[in-house]
């Protein structure tokens, strides 16, 4: 009885644990319900430290839960992380704990994922020996273990090296290989990326056949487990076609990727197919408008592409050459890193050589003391021999030592008829000098007359060469006067061109895309974002205005056609109008207010339309910089005695008095990343000098930035006072 109840506790016990670990299964790895939420919070922040506090929450949930999977999932975490950052030591310590957690839970896929992710980090950054060498020690392990996971990892590591070398014919061969093998050995992953990427290569890197493209992306679409993939199979697809000029058939692709588009979002290829679908249907400008917003390389074939198309041959030429330069840099940079990395493999090998040299000299070295003793052994056997024969080799020293003392007697002869001769040649030596030294008194005595002509010739050349050179010079300065001007004219053009086709482009793109946008009705919106729209399409559109009045206005008070229209103008209610027409673009959290010293009565001598256009661009930089706080309009006649000052203080960030003077010089900014186009505060500079007035920036003000506005002002004009 005892017995039977054990075993009855025991039944009721592994049935709970298994529907229990039947409940706590419902994802797509298979493992602890609790672990996997943590891995999905760690996958939303993979880029940032966060991810590594949520990967030690999964280890220690499936340490505790004994969930072996979810181990080995959370250092893979920890490897993802660090393969977002540029730390090969951490990435490959990352990877290296991936290895040994797969090996002891079992999970040997994810021992294979490990050495994928390395090699496609160096891969990234250049070092593709690195990471042939990793990807080699892969595909040798895979295929000793006969592991087809890892084959397949090792294939397309291969092909991605391929890739990234520019050799394409390979990388296809590749591609294809892993994509067939994924497909026959791999039932439980998709080969639809390797055909989409195969497809790429093929019709967009090597210019192939289309049909044969197409054909990859049907297998694509066919072997397609994701949403994702799928779409990004379309969109080689339609993209393809449009090259191919096969229009038809790519606008019927159209309709099933804006579906994919409002669920999943965009892919890699919408600005490149976006791109290719307005040239081929006539709108050059929206292509090109596409082709600046693909990376650096990718947007310079589109625009060239386009630009070849409708014979526009000098900036498509222009574009190739940029192209050019930077595929030089990219080869470049390949070459040095290239030769970084067989530098260090021949170090390794260096030091692998010097290992085995030392263990066969120690190896030598113990040959050669055991041969030292069985000398020493013959030595003291033969040592008997050799005093025998000593005697001997002494009465042939003796007869030696007399042979030498003949020898020395004849060298010494010889030596005596050698120094004989040696005077006798060092006398005519002596004489051979004398002439020698006669022979250059003469010649140095023709050169010294010679050398008297030719410095009477140089004093009268340098005579007549003083006055060609007096006149040269001032020519030379008219001349370097006027090149000096057109250069500073040419600079300033270059600017003004650089500055405004940055400034007109970005709200034009916000206000054709914006339009677009609302004039498609397949494309569905909230009430909400069509009024987000509108005022985003009626906010850059006043921007536009406002940039080209500048500019107008600049060219005309430059010019002097410009005729202010001077009459008496009230401070306080210019001063209120100014504020009220910036108000809309104050931020919610900042306060903007105005506030006075003057009576409403107190009126100046100036323009009040030039008045205000000051006023609302000192607001308006204001705006752009305060982020929380305030911003103050001011009027007051008792801060600069003769002067009205009507001053604009902000809680903002404020400019450093060094720069006090500078940001009134035309095309200036300080923040190159704020919107404007550096000739606002420079327009308030003029319009004040036509004033006679002036601007600048209080260096004593340290709580943001205030800028003052002064115009002329007498109390004995009549001017009532608060």
């Excluded at 625009?303 to 470049?332: C, F, G, P, T």
């Excluded at 260090?344 to 030598?364: C, E, G, V």
């Amino acid at each position: 009885m005892p017995a039977l109840r054990t075993l009855r506790y025991t039944a009721i016990i592994l049935l709970v644990s298994l529907s229990l670990s039947l409940h706590a299964q419902n994802n797509p790895f298979k493992m602890n319900d609790q672990v996997y939420r943590s891995y999905q919070k760690a996958l939303k922040v993979i880029r940032d430290k966060k991810s590594l506090v949520y990967a030690d929450s999964m280890y220690s949930d499936a340490l505790r839960l004994g969930d072996k999977k979810g181990l080995c999932i959370s250092r893979v975490v920890v490897m993802r992380h660090y393969s977002t950052r540029s730390s090969w030591a951490d990435l490959h310590n990352a990877a290296s704990e991936v290895r040994r957690s797969a090996q002891e839970t079992g999970y040997r896929q994810y021992y294979y994922y490990s050495y994928h992710i390395e090699s496609t980090w160096l891969i990234n950054h250049n070092m593709s020996l690195k990471a042939w060498h990793i990807i080699g020690q892969m595909k040798k392990e895979a295929y000793a273990e006969n592991n087809n996971y890892g084959i397949s990892l090792s294939l397309r590591g291969l092909a991605h090296i391929y890739a990234s070398r520019h050799s394409y014919q390979l990388s296809i061969k590749h591609y294809l290989e892993a994509a067939e093998f994924v497909e026959a050995n791999v039932p439980d992953q998709s080969p639809s990326m390797l055909y989409t990427t195969l497809a790429k290569c093929y019709f967009m890197k090597l210019g192939g056949a289309p049909e044969t493209a197409l054909g990859y992306l049907d297998k694509a679409l066919q072997t397609s487990q994701e949403p994702s993939t799928s779409r990004n199979a379309l969109e080689t697809k339609a993209f393809i076609l449009y090259v191919a000029d096969r229009v038809k058939e790519a606008d019927e692709v159209m309709p099933d990727l804006k579906k994919y588009y409002s669920q999943i979002g965009v892919g890699s290829m919408y600005h490149n197919l976006m791109s290719m679908r307005s040239f081929v249907h006539g709108d050059i400008p929206q292509a090109i408008a596409y082709s600046d917003s693909l990376p650096l390389l990718d947007g310079y074939h589109r625009k060239m592409y386009i630009y070849e198309r409708i014979a526009r041959h000098d900036e498509a030429l222009k574009i190739y050459r940029k192209i050019s330069r930077y595929n030089d840099s990219i080869v470049a940079s390949l070459h040095s890193s290239d030769i970084a990395e067989f530098e260090a493999q021949y170090r390794l090998d260096h030091l692998k050589h010097q290992n085995m040299r030392l263990d066969l000299q120690n190896s030598t070295l113990l040959a050669q003391h055991l041969k030292q003793q069985l000398a020493m052994e013959q030595m003291n056997a033969s040592n008997r021999l050799l005093e025998a024969e000593v005697h001997k080799s002494e009465a042939e020293r003796l007869e030696l030592e007399a042979r030498r003392l003949q020898s020395d007697a004849k060298v010494e002869k010889m030596a005596n008829e050698r120094r004989l001769l040696l005077h006798k040649r060092q006398t005519e030596l002596l004489k051979q000098q004398k002439k020698e030294e006669q022979l250059r008194n003469q010649r140095m005595m023709a050169w010294v007359v010679l050398l008297l002509v030719v410095v009477v010739l140089l004093v009268y050349g340098m005579y007549r060469n003083r006055k060609q050179v007096a006149f040269l010079s001032s020519i030379n300065a008219e001349l370097d006067a006027a090149r000096k001007k057109a250069e500073e004219a040419d600079k300033i053009k270059t600017l003004f061109i650089q500055n405004m086709s940055h400034e007109i482009r970005t709200p034009l793109n916000v206000i054709v895309g914006f339009s677009q946008l609302l004039s498609e009705p397949e494309i569905p919106m909230e009430d909400e974002e069509k009024r987000e729209m509108g005022r985003q399409i009626l906010e850059q559109s006043e921007m536009l205005t406002t940039l080209l009045n500048d500019i107008l206005n600049v060219a005309e008070l430059e010019a002097g056609t410009y005729i202010m229209n001077i009459a008496e103008v009230a401070c306080n209610d210019t001063c209120r109008k100014a504020l009220s027409m910036v108000q809309h673009r104050c931020p919610p959290s900042v306060r903007m207010y105005f506030t006075t010293d003057l009576s409403d009565a107190v009126t100046v001598q100036s323009d009040v339309v030039r008045m205000k256009q000051v006023l609302v661009n000192f607001l308006t930089n204001a705006t752009k910089f305060t982020e929380h706080g305030e911003i103050r309009l001011h009027c007051t006649d008792r801060e600069h005695p003769g002067y009205v000052t009507m001053s604009v203080t902000d809680t903002g960030r404020g400019v450093p008095p060094e720069h006090a003077d500078e940001i009134f010089e035309r095309f200036k900014k300080l923040d190159q990343f704020k919107q404007g186009n550096g000739i606002g505060l420079n327009l308030c500079r003029l319009i004040s000098q036509q004033l006679k007035g002036m601007v600048m920036l209080d260096t004593k003000y340290t709580g943001g930035a205030r800028f003052l506005f002064l115009l002329p002002y007498s109390k004995a004009e009549g001017n009532g006072k608060a």
